[in-house]
């Protein structure tokens, strides 16, 4: 079993940063694909970034060229750059991981960190 621990949301003004933080526990070491999904109360979730042990990315449309996603697997741990950040970035953030070579992850969550984007 995987577990997967979030940090670093909060509230920040338009056009703010913050970055996020997800730490693998468990048996990490079958982890594949890491990633972020969001979800806004009666609504789908939806990915905001993925990747793969080897690299390989996935962005949703709503946030290229203002998220970087990247992973130390030194530390069994992603992390999510978020630049620029809009009102719609507000949302409640999950840490994804899977044993896959996805870059969809949907096999372990986490709890959730929120993040809040004030106009």
């Known amino acids: 079993q995987v577990q997967l621990v979030e940090s670093g949301g909060g509230l920040v003004q338009a056009g703010g940063s913050l970055s996020l933080s997800c730490v693998a526990s468990?048996?990490?070491?079958?982890?594949?694909?890491m990633g972020w999904y969001r979800q806004v109360p009666g609504m789908q979730r939806e990915l905001v970034a993925a990747?793969?042990?080897?690299?390989?990315?996935n962005y949703g449309d709503s946030v290229k060229g203002r998220f970087t996603i990247s992973r130390d697997n030194a530390k069994n741990t992603v992390y999510l750059q978020m630049n620029s950040l809009k009102p719609e970035d507000t949302a409640v953030y999950y840490c994804?991981?899977?044993?896959?070579?996805?870059?969809?992850?949907?096999?372990?969550w986490g709890q959730g960190t929120q993040v809040t984007v004030s106009s």
């Open positions: 994804a991981a899977g044993h896959a070579a996805t870059t969809t992850p949907s096999q372990y």
């Open positions: 468990g048996s990490f070491w079958r982890i594949n694909a």
């Open positions: 990747i793969t042990s080897g690299g390989s990315t």
